[in-house]
């Protein structure tokens, strides 16, 4: 039987799951893997499924010729974590679990856009704080979100799964910056720039993959473009963003708020964008439902199951 580690502790039925065909080893802490153990577990283990801050690397990679670990079995989407190119010159796998996080996704946006826009975040610490002095016309006014511009940075299909939400439930018009044209199944208009977008934009949604190509994607002349009443809401990689032009941005009152499900040196918050009150911050929540994650662990398991069966696996990304 193939001897498999899973990097994180996962929920029950992905477990369960994986010990029906698999001799299981579950790490028991929730922190990232450190150089240390990911070279230990490539040459220890037949698979792994290792999750977002599992930093396999072309340098951890380059120790081994073909390591005993032939496949790393991304629980997430994005898999910008895993240098999958040099895991394919070592003969290792790499797969990820699209399409369960989706509609998860695409909720998480939705909680930053109307926190931000209507300034909830801002408006619930004064309650907390015994400062609100009742109802008045000027109190707390906020973005309205019916009927706004949306852009969505990167239309697959967590970008289409907010432009959807947004177009039939709150009227919105979309725009897209992306690669190529889509067919989306609703009225979206492709702009060619992003500072063009960025203009054009009442609400900014950042939904394209983490990788080399995008870091620092959305920076100073993005933010600059923008109009002094948007929003900008990440639900996709930390460092897509250029955090240090962004803080300096909203210090600037160049746009109008961010909504940040993830960080550039996630768990790492710079303390400029906590002292923010235009700034809504949450800890990575995107797919933090049980149903979700348990979808999310039966995709993967089914990912190891098919390559040691000698079946095309399903969600194979090298």
């Given at each position: 039987?193939?001897?498999?580690?899973?990097?994180?502790?996962?929920?029950?039925?992905?477990?369960?799951?994986?010990?029906?065909?698999?001799?299981?080893?579950?790490?028991?802490?929730?922190?990232?893997?450190?150089?240390?153990?990911?070279?230990?577990?490539?040459?220890?283990?037949?698979?792994?499924?290792?999750?977002?801050?599992?930093?396999?690397?072309?340098?951890?990679?380059?120790?081994?010729?073909?390591?005993?670990?032939?496949?790393?079995?991304?629980?997430?989407?994005?898999?910008?974590?895993?240098?999958?190119?040099?895991?394919?010159?070592?003969?290792?796998?790499?797969?990820?679990?699209?399409?369960?996080?989706?509609?998860?996704?695409?909720?998480?946006?939705?909680?930053?856009?109307?926190?931000?826009?209507?300034?909830?975040?801002?408006?619930?610490?004064?309650?907390?704080?015994?400062?609100?002095?009742?109802?008045?016309?000027?109190?707390?006014?906020?973005?309205?979100?019916?009927?706004?511009?949306?852009?969505?940075?990167?239309?697959?299909?967590?970008?289409?799964?907010?432009?959807?939400?947004?177009?039939?439930?709150?009227?919105?018009?979309?725009?897209?910056?992306?690669?190529?044209?889509?067919?989306?199944?609703?009225?979206?208009?492709?702009?060619?720039?992003?500072?063009?977008?960025?203009?054009?934009?009442?609400?900014?949604?950042?939904?394209?993959?983490?990788?080399?190509?995008?870091?620092?994607?959305?920076?100073?002349?993005?933010?600059?473009?923008?109009q002094p009443h948007a929003v900008l809401v990440n639900i996709a990689r930390g460092d897509i963003l250029d955090e240090e032009a962004l803080i300096a941005a909203l210090q600037a009152g160049q746009f109008g708020a961010v909504g940040l499900d993830v960080y550039e040196h996630e768990p790492h918050v710079p303390e400029a964008l906590l002292a923010l009150d235009n700034a809504v911050l949450l800890p990575h929540l995107g797919t933090a439902?049980?149903?979700?994650?348990?979808?999310?662990?039966?995709?993967?398991?089914?990912?190891?199951?098919?390559?040691?069966?000698?079946?095309?696996?399903?969600?194979?990304?090298?």
């Amino acid at each position: 039987m193939k001897r498999i580690l899973l990097s994180r502790p996962m929920p029950p039925a992905t477990i369960e799951a994986a010990s029906r065909h698999f001799e299981v080893e579950i790490r028991d802490s929730t922190r990232p893997m450190s150089a240390a153990e990911i070279r230990s577990g490539l040459a220890v283990y037949d698979g792994m499924m290792v999750t977002l801050g599992d930093q396999v690397s072309a340098e951890v990679l380059q120790d081994f010729g073909r390591p005993r670990c032939k496949i790393l079995a991304n629980f997430g989407v994005g898999y910008n974590h895993i240098d999958a190119e040099a895991c394919r010159n070592h003969g290792v796998t790499v797969t990820n679990t699209p399409g369960a996080v989706t509609d998860a996704t695409a909720d998480v946006a939705m909680t930053l856009i109307l926190m931000a826009c209507r300034r909830a975040g801002e408006a619930e610490r004064l309650v907390r704080a015994g400062q609100w002095e009742g109802w008045h016309p000027t109190q707390m006014l906020g973005l309205h979100v019916t009927g706004r511009r949306l852009g969505v940075i990167g239309m697959g299909r967590i970008g289409q799964a907010v432009a959807r939400r947004c177009h039939f439930g709150f009227g919105m018009e979309v725009g897209y910056f992306n690669r190529s044209e889509k067919e989306t199944g609703f009225p979206a208009t492709r702009h060619e720039t992003l500072e063009g977008l960025a203009a054009w934009a009442d609400i900014l949604v950042v939904a394209t993959p983490g990788s080399a190509e995008t870091h620092h994607l959305v920076g100073a002349p993005v933010f600059a473009a923008m109009q002094p009443h948007a929003v900008l809401v990440n639900i996709a990689r930390g460092d897509i963003l250029d955090e240090e032009a962004l803080i300096a941005a909203l210090q600037a009152g160049q746009f109008g708020a961010v909504g940040l499900d993830v960080y550039e040196h996630e768990p790492h918050v710079p303390e400029a964008l906590l002292a923010l009150d235009n700034a809504v911050l949450l800890p990575h929540l995107g797919t933090a439902c049980l149903d979700v994650r348990e979808d999310m662990g039966a995709m993967a398991v089914e990912n190891l199951r098919a390559f040691f069966a000698g079946e095309d696996c399903p969600n194979r990304v090298n």
